[in-house]
């Protein structure tokens, strides 16, 4: 008890932190932003994905219609189809990104409660840490699902650069991005 007590006094202030800086940012209403991961040249808003390379820009619509540099790039049927499951898979990534994000904070947010809780009414705990691995563990969860949309993303990436040059400058992600999420 004594050593969960010092433990969850070092995790508090840290904890309150997160919390806070959570509780500070906006929520989003649409798929985020990936800016400053390894998706950086990814920009998802409420219509297109918008892949950026260098000046060019490319955008992806929810049907699969496909532009570069404000021009319309005709496409296949098979295509078509590959553009839009790349947009199905950055969009996903988006908004299962913000609702870890949130399910992060608000995590924090019971961990630091609980913590709380524990230390000055005579809470359990360990029933704390009980609480905070089980939603640990749903965090893990999102993250597997995420890790696969990037994989799927990374894969009808390359599929798409290969049957279309034009697309080439803009295939980014990574194999090793797509690896390292998996780990």
């Known amino acids: 008890m004594k ?6 006094s070092l995790l508090l202030p840290g904890l309150l932190a997160v919390a806070l800086a959570a509780g500070c940012s906006p929520a989003p209403t ?11 040249f990814l920009k998802i ?7 950026r390379n260098g000046n060019a820009v490319a955008r992806i619509a929810a049907d699969g219609a496909l532009s570069i540099d404000g021009r319309a ?9 590959l553009s839009k499951s790349y947009y199905t ?5 988006g908004l299962e990104g913000a609702a870890m994000g ?3 904070a608000q995590l924090a947010g019971k961990a630091v409660s609980g913590a709380i809780e524990a230390a000055f009414k005579g809470g359990d705990p360990d029933q704390v840490g009980k609480d905070v691995d089980a939603q640990t563990a749903e965090l893990e969860k999102k993250a597997q699902a995420m890790c ?12 798409l650069a290969a049957s279309l040059p034009a697309f080439k400058p803009f295939a980014r992600l990574d194999a090793t991005t797509s690896l390292d999420c998996q780990k």
Request: charged fraction near 10%.
């Open 45 to 51: 808003d409420d219509q297109h994905v918008q892949l």
């Open 30 to 40: 649409a798929p985020a932003d990936v800016q400053g991961s390894p998706l950086g």
């Open 3 to 8: 050593a969960m007590n010092a433990s969850m």
């Open 148 to 159: 696969m949309h990037v994989a799927e993303l990374h894969t009808t990436q390359q599929a």
């Open 73 to 81: 790039v005709a496409l296949t049927t098979p295509q078509q189809a």
């Open 102 to 104: 949130k399910a992060g």
């Open 89 to 93: 898979h950055a969009t996903a990534i």
